[in-house]
């Protein structure tokens, strides 16, 4: 199988299957034209690092949501995260208490 399969959009989720491999500076997505060769899209983005990116060696922009020319960027699966939903789910189950549902 081939891996890009697996790729999805770092902003929408769609697959990245039917974009042209490997990602460059210039790729987007198909369904929200994103920018694809960027930190969020990247397997070394880490937002709990303060450059946002775990290689070391690599001199990260700040715009993580921008096309950058990064030499170590690799496209990472699973790249799309919905928002936060537990702190959704958080919420409810306060407005539950609060109204005295269960
Ligand atoms: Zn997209």
């Known amino acids: ?3 890009a399969d697996s790729l999805v ?3 929408c ?5 039917d974009v042209p491999m490997p990602l460059s500076r210039l790729s987007e997505c198909l369904a929200c034209r994103a920018e694809l060769h ?3 899209q990247c397997r070394f983005y880490d937002p709990r690092k303060p450059e946002g990116c775990t290689e070391e060696r690599a001199d990260p922009p700040k715009d993580k949501q921008r096309a950058n020319f990064c030499d170590y960027f690799e496209p990472r699966a699973s ?4 928002r936060d939903t537990s702190a959704i789910s ?3 189950e306060e407005l ?3 109204f005295g549902k269960s």
């Open 79 to 82: 790249a799309f995260r919905p």
């Open 96 to 98: 539950k208490r609060l």
């Open 38 to 40: 960027v930190c969020l």
């Open 1 to 3: 199988m081939n891996p």
């Open 90 to 92: 958080k919420a409810q």
């Open 13 to 17: 989720g769609a697959t990245l299957k």
């Open 9 to 11: 959009c770092w902003k």
